[in-house]
Each structure stands twice: as structure tokens, then as C-alpha cells.
């Protein structure tokens, strides 16, 4: 059953502290999404990429994030130093190129920053 | 740019009840949209999606919703409500080639006994 896995599942960290999230997109798809969720803000697009190559980046905070697709079957989202403003549930999700395909989420990656 | 409202942040039915989330949407070109669900501690998944086919789109669960370009919404609709329909409901868009997808911010469905 092909799915997106992230990890970790869980993460709590110190502020200050550098935080990696991975995303394995489901085989065969191009297009990979990263989506933070917070009750406050609800669900924003940080960044996306098609065929490695990223293509919006402009919902992501640029002085701390960086998102990259080292290959295809990988893609990291980096906090450096992490906030506790940063505390959110991020979700990578990942689809077919053409517009209005269906995207398929992970299970998400808990972050707390203390 | 393409956007989404979800009017009602909360919307609480009984069980057996018609169950309508609404949805309005924003785009310069003829848009796609969908309807994601999420249960506790998950991630979204997908209930169903319009492409420009039939307006009306049934989907998983007993749900449907209807594109109505006039008014620009995409509602969505469950003629009778169970109790497993408890989770948050989001509404997104997506436009063009480049395949960008949008959430509104989400209505959380409740079901009473």
C-alpha cells in the first residue's frame, strides 16, 4: 500500500536547537508538498517541488527554514535554530505533476520546541 | 491568487441530520477543488475532488458536494450524519499547470447522539 512516511513522528526539541524533517514521497510521484498546521493559522503551504526543482517557497520563514529534494525518493525540511513559535505538526505530501491530481499527506511530524 | 473560505469553524449536527459544510472559493481560471478530511492524530485524506466533469461529485463516506461556478462555492453535502463523521473538514483549490494546492482553514464537524 504506497504512502507518504515521514519522520520522526515525534520530535521535542530545545529552542535554539537544529530540527530535520523527512518526507518519502510515494513512488512515482513528482510533485512534494511541505504544510505546517497550527490551530492559530490552520494549514499554510510552506514550499513545494516538482521534479526535485522547487517551485514556491514564499509561505516558508527564509532566515531559519530551508526545504530541499536531495533525490527523488527524499525530501528535508531543515529549522536552524529552531523557535518555540516553530511547535507545529508538519505534513509532506505528495502527487502526480498535473494540476488538480490528487496529493496524498504523511501522518505528519509532531514538533514541540521548548 | 487562488483561495478558499470555509464559513463556520465549528458546525454541530445530530446524528441522522443533514450534514453541510460550505465552501467558497477564488480563482482567476477554472479552478479544482477538494474536500479533505482529517481524524485525530492523522493526516488529511482525500473525501473527493472536482475537475471540470459533472458539477455534482459523490464521494467516500456518503458525501457529495456541487460546483456552482455562479456562486462560486463548492459545498459539501451528507444526507444523514453518523457518528463516525467527527473530524475536521477542509475545503482546498488548486489552479493552473503549476498545481499549487490551498486549504481553507478548516470547519471541525461534531455529531450529537
Known amino acids: 500500500d504506497a504512502r507518504v512516511t515521514q519522520t520522526p513522528r515525534h520530535k521535542v526539541t530545545e529552542m535554539g536547537q537544529e530540527v530535520t524533517m523527512r518526507c518519502q514521497p510515494i513512488l512515482g510521484h513528482n510533485t512534494v508538498f511541505w504544510y505546517r498546521q497550527t490551530m492559530m493559522q490552520g494549514l499554510e503551504l510552506l514550499a513545494y517541488?516538482?521534479?526535485?526543482?522547487?517551485?514556491?517557497d514564499s509561505g516558508m520563514p527564509k532566515d531559519r527554514f530551508s526545504a530541499e529534494m536531495p533525490d527523488a525518493t527524499l525530501a528535508t525540511l531543515k529549522i536552524q535554530p529552531s523557535e518555540p513559535r516553530d511547535s507545529a505538526v508538519y505534513f509532506c505530501?505528495?502527487?502526480?505533476?498535473?494540476?488538480?491530481?490528487?496529493?496524498?499527506f504523511g501522518e505528519g511530524s509532531w514538533l514541540t520546541v521548548v | 491568487a487562488q483561495s478558499v473560505t470555509q464559513l463556520g469553524s465549528h458546525v454541530s449536527v445530530s446524528e441522522g441530520a443533514l450534514v453541510l459544510l460550505r465552501c467558497n472559493y477564488s480563482s482567476s481560471v477554472p479552478p479544482y477543488l477538494f474536500w479533505y478530511v482529517q481524524y485525530p492524530n492523522q493526516g488529511l485524506q482525500l473525501l473527493l475532488k472536482y475537475t471540470s466533469a459533472a458539477t455534482l461529485v459523490k464521494g467516500i463516506n456518503g458525501f457529495e458536494a456541487e460546483f456552482k461556478k455562479s456562486e462560486t462555492s463548492f459545498h459539501l453535502t451528507k444526507p444523514s450524519a453518523h457518528m463516525s463523521d467527527a473530524a475536521e473538514y477542509f475545503c482546498?483549490?488548486?489552479?493552473?499547470?503549476?498545481?499549487?494546492?490551498?486549504f481553507g482553514s478548516g470547519t471541525r464537524l461534531s455529531i450529537r447522539p
Open positions: 505530501a505528495s502527487g502526480p505533476s498535473r494540476s488538480g491530481n490528487t496529493i496524498y
Open positions: 482546498a483549490v488548486s489552479e493552473g499547470s503549476a498545481s499549487k494546492i490551498i
Open positions: 517541488f516538482r521534479n526535485r526543482a522547487p517551485l514556491d
